[in-house]
């Protein structure tokens, strides 16, 4: 019944946000429906509107999963996350350097083996389709292998999912280091072999400029050049011992972005990680290439590098996502992220109401990562990849949820108390990909 291809219907409360709710105010920014249906033909939304209008039009044969009265929206979209990192989470004791070495750089190294590549590439897309999350955007290591196995088991799911090779050619082990010539030849064969194919895309991916020679990143600014509407990832000003360093390796530079603008790095969907510590000079240069920073809020806590400045990255007009980072950062869950993301900025004296936070996940991030037009929202010709939320899921829910009253309130119950536990259905492509407490995924055979 939910093969790709077929045509099927999801009645339940739908929620889509086709605005930045700060900047229109409560209301302008979404589409709520009560006793809502959305109806998928070919892995698209056909149609999305109240139940009582488009039932009696629906084909006879249609089937209808009736998840009344859970909460469908969009698929959370995850900006930045390291594919290798699934083993480091919660690594104690140390800031992001001494963090790289001592338990991260060692991990990676492990990538090489593809069995390794494998296991870790099966659970991850498992446990982000258990969280919710449809799309993100990876780091793999420096090994082609390991971005081999990402999508190979991305696409066997059916997902939309961004991912590169690392490339990293000092200031690392020796055994994730990379030359410039390779880094370029491996990152252009996986280009050639995944870009494109299906609902996949390849991200050039200097791992940061610490770790890339300026003859590297000059090779990344050809390969960038070559594929100018492809994705660049990379990270940012996270914090002050690596900005330094940064300072120490490229004295001819004016300030860390200058670093990237230097080699052409610096535009549209353009992702920097993290984005922490920076000047106004460096934001407006962001925002003005259109690039996107990402805040990760679990991770910059995690490891002690500060607190993200949302409201400047607003008012200089930079376009911001908001991402788990695992495995500096501590949660798989986007609802968690959100909560943390609260409290980072709470720290700030800023706010992330329900309405925006939840426009964050969806719509918001799918704008950060250049796909606002094809997934992020739950309306017609849109990509059916969606999340079936329960509001009650634990007793603690329950409780709180008796004295809610409004949508935006329980929203931010949820993304406060919420987890994967909330998360009872996701579909990509209009197929089921998970259901709660089945553990497992419906995949043709
Ligand atoms: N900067 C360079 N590499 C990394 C990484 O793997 N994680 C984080 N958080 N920051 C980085
Ligand atoms: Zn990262």
Redesign the pocket.
Known sequence: SSDAGGTLAIRARVLTYHAHPLGVGEGGSHRYIEDGLVVISDGLIEAVGEAGALLPDLALDCPVADYRPFLVTAGFVDPHL?LP?TQVVGSYGTE?MEW?QRY?FPEETRYGDPAVADAASRFLLHELLRNGTTTAVA?CTSHPQSVESFFTESQRIGLRMVAGKVMMDRNAPEALLDTPRRGYDESKALIARWHGNGRLAYAISP??AP?STEAQLEATQALAAEYPAMHVQT?LC?NTG?IAFVAELFPWSKDYTAVYERYGLVRRKALF??CIHLSERERGALAEAGATAVF?PT?NLF?GSGLFDRDAALEAGLRTGIAT?IG?GTSYSMLTTAAEGYKVLALRRQTLPGHAAFYMLTAGNADAIGYGDRIGQVAPGFEADLVVLDTHATPALRRRMERVETLEEELFVLMTMGDDRSIVSTYAAGRKVHARGTGGIDLPP
Do not use: M, P, V
């Open positions: 390291h990192q992001l790289l991260t780091f791992r940061f770790t990270h996270e690596e990680g993290h990760c991770s490891l980072d500096g």
